[in-house]
């Protein structure tokens, strides 16, 4: 049983954000401090990604583990099971069909999940997503989708050169 009445819940539901969430910010902050620059929210992609950097031909979704089922933390409410598991499988199956749908255009595609970013892991994670990112920059060159930034040496190979290394924090 639900510890508020039917209206508080849905008032209590409705403040929740689906954009410029805190996981999604700690994820843009890293980023844009390590010299990756980005567009958000690009609406004309399937799934509207969270961030889009196209010169990595990447998209990057932030995902809350509630909302789109992650199995490691995502947990059913006890009240209207029924409904929050058709909901959220409807959600997961929603993004399978957007990141396949984004992968045949080219796209690399990276999830990062809400518990990923919990402060025990936080470091880890974003290391791993840069390391990503860089190994996609050199797969979009290499398949000949970046041939103008294989033309401009000055570009740098993913990030500005005083970036490079994930171990240097200044």
């Not at 609406?43 to 909302?67: A, E, Q, S």
């Not at 006890?78 to 997961?92: A, D, L, Q, S």
């Not at 990503?132 to 401009?152: F, T």
Request: charged share 30%; net charge positive.
């Amino acid at each position: 049983m639900d510890i508020w009445n039917k209206e508080k819940r849905s008032a209590v539901m409705a403040k929740i954000r689906g954009k410029d969430t805190k996981p999604e910010w700690l994820v843009r902050r890293y980023l844009y401090s390590r010299g990756y620059r980005y567009r958000k929210n690009v609406k004309g992609l399937p799934g509207t990604p969270d961030l889009v950097l196209r010169k990595y031909g990447t998209v990057i979704f932030v995902h809350g583990c509630f909302w789109h089922g992650h199995e490691t933390d995502g947990t059913v409410p006890r009240t209207r099971t029924g409904f929050w598991k058709t909901k959220i499988e409807r959600n997961r199956e929603r993004d399978k069909m957007n990141q396949e749908a984004l992968r045949q255009m080219g796209w690399t595609v990276i999830v990062i999940w809400e518990c990923e970013l919990k402060p025990a892991r936080r470091q880890q994670t974003l290391w791993e997503l840069e390391c990503r990112l860089n190994h996609a920059y050199l797969e979009h060159l290499k398949h000949g989708r970046g041939k103008a930034c294989m033309e401009n040496p000055e570009i740098g190979m993913a990030a500005e050169p005083r970036f490079l290394s994930p171990y240097n924090t200044k």
